[in-house]
């Protein structure tokens, strides 16, 4: 089974400073997908941010980028100039893209608390 | 486009009592998701519905947890009787459709209901 693994309950970083989150996974598929989701206090989870395995290119999306390392199994995202409303908890999150069933499921880790100092 | 909506966003019940939750994906959306999150934990898969019929419920505790989507559209979920460890929030998704290969379907999250059992 995919195990998703964030190291850090809490984290936190000065307003306009950047921050990384670090996230490893464990898999013996070749195709996948990992994701960042958001979840602020209104604990709706929201998308921050996807890459696919296939892509060596890491993904961005503004102010977030990842760095995608497929050999190490790690997938990090870098918060830059921070702002309030980026304080949230954030999950690493795992999707199998191969052989359906249970490998289409989320996967998710127990998520980092990150605080935004002003 | 309104998101996915839930209610209610609380609820405290003893332990034995029976208690419902409701949600309504976004319009169109085939694919519905039930989640539980634990304090201090990722969201885990309960059920995932396709229309109407049920794609995966390998992870709901059948003797107690029931969930159904007649009409293909909104969604109950159902615990009776509750206990302790149910406490929890409980999340409801959905997307266009069922992931497949070359189709990650991007899910939206309603706001959840944070369930407490005393």
């Known amino acids: 089974a995919q195990t998703v693994t964030q190291s850090q309950p809490e984290m936190s970083v000065q307003e306009a400073e950047t921050v990384t989150l670090s996230c490893t996974y464990d898999?013996?598929?070749?195709?996948?997908?990992l994701f960042w989701y958001k979840q602020p206090p209104s604990r709706q989870m929201i998308l921050v941010i996807r890459q696919e395995a296939y892509k060596q290119q890491n993904a961005t999306e503004n102010r977030f980028s990842v760095n995608f390392q497929k050999a190490a199994k790690s997938f990090s995202l870098k918060i830059s100039d921070s702002q309030l409303g980026d304080a949230a908890m954030y999950f690493c999150?795992?999707?199998?893209?191969?052989?359906?069933?249970?490998?289409?499921?989320?996967?998710f880790g127990k998520g980092t608390l990150l605080t935004v100092n002003p | 486009e309104a998101g996915v909506a839930q209610s209610p966003r609380y609820k405290i019940i003893e332990k034995r009592q029976s208690v419902a939750f409701w949600c309504n994906p976004i319009s169109g959306h085939a694919t519905l998701y039930w989640y539980q999150q634990i304090l201090g934990q990722g969201p885990k898969l309960l059920i995932q519905f396709q229309n109407n019929g049920v794609v995966d419920d390998s992870q709901l505790p059948k003797d107690r947890f029931s969930a159904e989507r007649l009409k293909g559209v909104d969604s109950t979920l159902k615990i009776q009787p509750a206990k302790l460890e149910d406490s929890a929030v409980y999340l409801c998704?959905?997307?266009?459709?069922?992931?497949?290969?070359?189709?990650?379907?991007?899910?939206?999250f309603g706001p959840g209901t944070r369930l407490t059992v005393t």
């Open positions: 898999t013996s598929e070749s195709d996948y997908y």
């Open positions: 999150a795992y999707r199998g893209d191969r052989g359906g069933g249970s490998n289409y499921k989320l996967t």
């Open positions: 998704a959905s997307s266009l459709g069922t992931w497949r290969r070359g189709r990650p379907y991007e899910q939206y």
